[in-house]
């Protein structure tokens, strides 16, 4: 009895240890504008988004994104995004095939190496490695079939204040560059993925230094507006 106790109790730390989920609260000009909701598996990430308040009457959006990937390097295996913006509907899906090095959208297959990330896959990165694994290192990464590079920054350590805790993070800058041979898919409406990768944003992440190193705080300067997002609860 007491082995199998001693068992599920192991279950259980995993399962809170790998899988934990994260909310956020989105705000630019210090309005509420949009509620996050990121889970982080050993190999998978959701990250849903829906739009409150006086955006929401404005731009109602709700998406979801699902990323499954390879826990050794965190190459894209398998994406899906469900958008709903206003009256506009669709859906996205792609599928890497390793043994020819190929990803799948729907109507497109393109050339992409096996340690291929998305902005989602970098994401779950951030906060399952170290600083050393991740300063200054270009990844490349699939946006919705158009080819980018990524990086991490390391800036400095720095406190972030939560409600009446204070965070000891690692603080990032994320910098995402188009490559000269950029491949698109056709248009797709979706704020996020269009926005995120402008060359005119200016990305910073604050990643917890200790414990489940979930990501703290973000902020996105783009077009003069600081958008912020903050862990709702520590």
Same mark, same amino acid.
């Given at each position: *009895?007491?082995?199998?106790?001693?068992?599920?109790?192991?279950?259980?730390?995993?399962?809170f240890?790998?899988?934990?989920?994260?909310?956020?609260?989105?705000?630019?000009?210090g309005?509420?504008?949009?509620?996050v909701? *990121?889970?982080?598996?050993?190999?998978?990430i959701?990250?849903?988004?829906?739009?409150? =308040?006086?955006?929401?009457?404005?731009?109602?959006?709700?998406?979801?994104?699902?990323?499954?990937?390879?826990s050794?390097?965190?190459?894209?295996?398998?994406?899906?995004?469900?958008?709903?913006? =206003?009256?506009?509907?669709?859906?996205?899906?792609?599928?890497?095939?390793?043994?020819?090095s190929?990803?799948?959208?729907?109507?497109?297959?393109?050339?992409?190496?096996?340690?291929?990330?998305?902005?989602?896959?970098?994401? $779950?990165?951030?906060?399952?490695?170290?600083?050393?694994?991740?300063?200054?290192?270009w990844?490349?990464?699939?946006?919705?079939?158009?080819?980018?590079? $990524?990086?991490?920054?390391w800036?400095?350590?720095?406190?972030?204040?939560?409600?009446?805790?204070?965070?000891?993070c690692?603080h990032?800058?994320?910098?995402?560059?188009?490559?000269?041979?950029?491949?698109?898919?056709?248009?797709?409406?979706?704020?996020?993925?269009n926005?995120?990768?402008?060359?005119?944003?200016?990305?910073?992440?604050?990643?917890?230094?200790? =414990?489940?190193?979930?990501?703290?705080? $973000?902020?996105?300067n783009i077009?003069?507006?600081?958008?912020?997002?903050?862990?709702?609860?520590?």
């Amino acid at each position: *009895m007491e082995t199998i106790m001693k068992r599920l109790l192991y279950i259980l730390f995993l399962c809170f240890w790998f899988i934990h989920a994260q909310d956020y609260k989105i705000t630019f000009f210090g309005l509420p504008a949009v509620d996050v909701n *990121m889970a982080v598996d050993v190999n998978k990430i959701n990250f849903s988004v829906q739009t409150v =308040g006086l955006i929401n009457l404005i731009w109602p959006t709700e998406n979801q994104y699902t990323v499954t990937y390879n826990s050794s390097h965190f190459g894209l295996l398998n994406y899906e995004k469900k958008i709903k913006q =206003g009256t506009n509907k669709y859906k996205l899906a792609a599928a890497y095939y390793p043994e020819d090095s190929t990803l799948h959208y729907e109507q497109t297959t393109l050339k992409r190496v096996p340690e291929i990330q998305t902005i989602f896959t970098l994401l $779950a990165r951030v906060q399952k490695e170290s600083v050393e694994a991740l300063d200054t290192k270009w990844f490349p990464m699939d946006h919705d079939g158009e080819l980018f590079s $990524a990086r991490f920054l390391w800036a400095d350590t720095s406190t972030i204040s939560i409600a009446n805790s204070t965070i000891l993070c690692d603080h990032y800058r994320l910098d995402i560059k188009a490559q000269d041979d950029v491949t698109s898919t056709p248009e797709q409406s979706d704020y996020f993925m269009n926005n995120i990768v402008s060359p005119e944003a200016v990305r910073q992440i604050w990643v917890e230094k200790n =414990g489940l190193r979930r990501i703290i705080q $973000a902020t996105v300067n783009i077009y003069g507006i600081k958008i912020i997002a903050k862990i709702d609860h520590v």
